[in-house]
């Protein structure tokens, strides 16, 4: 079994994987203020408590967009394992041909989204990965990665409205269950759900216009379950373990047989 750790700007995801098979997956807040001991020790207790037989480990692959934060975590994973961690990045093989102005722009995430993308699902093949951002890759029939589309994810979209109304509040992003509401709780929930489902509908028919056929769909991250249900479009896979598969498959691919 390996570890494969996915630190996104709001939480940190662990999982274990044998075979390809997620067998148990945890996460934690991420805090920049944290240090590599403080993360080892939590993660620790947090690997303990949800599957106490998590060693021993073949290895531990870490995919990273908050750069501030990914040496200190790759530190608190080596203390925790003992073992040397991969981090996804330059040098590492990932499969993926991309073919972007700056490949080196790409983030991690959206490169192990598109690995697993490719490996479970027919091509073309369109990711959408709702967390912090709302962050949307294309691979085109042809394997190659074309491009994508990074839009504010869910908490991002209410903080900036509660913060510049002074007459609106937070609210808990909830579907109300009716598009048109009569109080004022329930219209943000609205155009907050089902907006971001809109907007996701309108963006994927868009990207299949301009790849000039239909894709799969898969969609994964925390906000996920909250959304893609509101979707008009009804073939959109839900895939809550998308990137760690994926992680997984890059640490296959950099073993030596």
Not at 169 to 178: F, L, R, T, Y
Request: proline share 4%; glycine share 10%.
């Amino acid at each position: 079994m390996i570890l494969t750790v996915d630190l996104s700007n709001s939480r940190i995801t662990l999982a274990g994987v044998r075979d390809g098979n997620i067998r148990f997956s945890c996460q934690i807040s991420t805090v920049k203020t944290r240090t590599a001991d403080e993360y080892a020790a939590l993660m620790g207790l947090l690997l303990e408590r949800n599957c106490a037989q998590w060693r021993p480990l073949e290895g531990c692959i870490l995919s990273s967009v908050v750069p501030e934060l990914t040496l200190v975590l790759r530190q608190g994973l080596e203390r925790l394992t003992g073992q040397s961690v991969m981090v996804v990045g330059p040098g590492v093989k990932t499969g993926l041909n991309i073919r972007l102005d700056d490949p080196s722009e790409l983030g991690s995430d959206f490169v192990a989204a598109a690995v697993a993308a490719q490996d479970r699902y027919p091509l073309p093949v369109i990711t959408v990965d709702m967390d912090t951002a709302i962050g949307m890759g294309v691979t085109d029939g042809d394997g190659r990665y074309i491009g994508g589309v990074i839009a504010p994810g869910i908490m991002v979209s209410t903080a900036a409205l509660t913060s510049r109304a002074s007459l609106l509040h937070n609210v808990v992003p909830q579907a109300p269950g009716h598009i048109i509401c009569k109080n004022t709780d329930e219209c943000m929930r609205s155009g907050i759900i089902y907006g971001a489902a809109a907007m996701v509908d309108g963006l994927l028919a868009g990207m299949e216009e301009e790849l000039g056929q239909s894709a799969s769909v898969v969609a994964t991250g925390a906000w996920a379950e909250a959304v893609i249900p509101h979707c008009r479009r009804r073939d959109i896979h839900l895939d809550r373990d998308l990137i760690h598969r994926g992680l997984w498959l890059i640490w296959k691919k950099n073993q030596k047989h």
